[in-house]
């Protein structure tokens, strides 16, 4: 019976688990998420076509970012603040009348998931103080929702670059957390204070575990003690990889289509990254809600573009027209009430040594 079986048909769903989890994109995982892509752009389940149309994703678009940043933190914000159970109901959905609501409750968790992730963000950093001070950041709390710990670890991890522990603290029992940089195995250090954990587990980057919350102290010194030799000032400095140094003309709509074969990208196999250096900042605005994004226009001796950086509001002031900056970016094709134009998605800015964008 299990001959008869379609396993193409489950392609799809085999790409979305892929991305979603964080599996690295190489050998027949890559052939497999590439295949899973083509056939939900050519023919989506009818819980995934509700949700790409609630996602504001384009069917015939759809790419392994769509996954990672669109489709999979809906899914995943069901299990986190509600029951997974809408999830599993929406991909399996065989009505569209039922797709269409499950996947609009499913948008409604995740921005509900959103706002309290900012929330508990901001009162993490609360706790932490000078976070540019500690070489691994330890944040415990009774307020914390256990669902999201991870996320507000991660984003603390990128913000400060930095080992971080994030933990819901309870009376008896506390559960958390952790996200690590390149170079520190975060589950080889768990692993040096074994005895204090219920349960934990894990790899390099990523480790959740619970312990009982008088162990929290010791806990904590244990962690310190280990990281204080390892944490080197080298190790603490992110480092980005650039594939290429270009002029702003240099880049058109067929390098996006260009860059694009080389799709499904993700863990394991980034997609490229190009920089220009020595650009003229002609003008900065905070954007989004509360201003988090960042928008800016930017010229060489050629041409100007817009570029859009994530999560890097805070810039808006460090910067003003005039000054000369180095972007690291990946070129896209934004879309707007019909018109497509290029622009830049930002990865890093520095002030530049002034060398006018001559790679």
């Known amino acids: 019976m299990a001959a ?11 790409a979305l688990g892929t991305v979603a989890d964080i599996v690295p994109l190489l050998e027949e995982n890559r052939l497999l998420v590439q295949q899973g892509l083509r056939r939900m752009c050519q023919a989506p389940r009818l819980g995934l076509a509700a949700l790409l149309e609630v996602s504001g994703v384009r069917q015939d678009l759809v790419d392994s970012q769509a ?4 489709l999979a933190p809906r899914l995943n914000a069901a299990g986190r603040l509600e029951n997974a159970r809408l999830a599993y109901d929406l991909l399996l959905s065989q009505s569209p009348e039922e797709a269409r609501q499950l996947a609009t409750r499913l948008s409604e968790v995740n921005q509900e998931r959103q706002e309290l992730l900012e929330r508990q963000v901001e009162q993490a950093k609360n706790i932490l103080g000078d976070a540019n001070d500690q070489k691994v950041l330890f944040v415990a709390g009774a307020g914390f929702h256990e669902g999201i710990v991870g996320l507000v670890a991660s984003r603390l991890m990128e913000e400060f670059y930095r080992p971080t522990l994030v933990m819901r603290q309870g009376p008896h029992l506390t559960r958390g957390s952790a996200r690590s940089i390149e170079g520190f195995h975060i589950t080889r250090a768990l692993d040096r204070c074994s005895s204090l954990f219920t349960r934990y587990g ?6 959740g575990f619970t312990l009982p919350t008088e162990n ?3 806990f904590r010194d244990h962690l310190q003690s280990y990281s204080a030799d390892l944490l080197t000032k080298e190790i603490l400095t992110p480092r980005l990889s650039v594939d290429a140094l270009v002029k702003l003309q240099d880049l ?3 390098t996006c289509r260009a860059l694009a074969l080389l799709e499904p990208c993700g ?6 990254t190009l920089a220009s250096i020595g650009l003229r900042l002609q003008a900065i605005q905070a954007i989004g809600q509360e201003g988090k994004h960042l928008r800016l226009y930017v010229a060489d001796d050629t041409r100007t573009l817009q570029a859009i950086a ?5 810039l808006a002031t460090r910067y003003r027209p005039g000054d000369r900056l180095d972007l690291i970016y990946q070129p896209s094709i934004n879309e707007w009430q019909g018109e497509r134009t290029l622009q830049l998605v930002v990865e890093a800015i520095r002030p530049s040594n002034g060398n006018n964008g001559a790679p």
């Open 252 to 254: 058109s709509e067929d």
């Open 202 to 207: 894990g790899h390099a980057a990523a480790a």
């Open 267 to 272: 863990e394991g196999n980034p997609p490229p």
């Open 310 to 314: 994530f999560r890097m509001g805070h």
């Open 67 to 70: 996954i990672a940043f669109r």
């Open 4 to 14: 008869d079986l379609d396993l193409d048909q489950f392609l799809d769903l085999v």
């Open 216 to 218: 929290l102290p010791a």
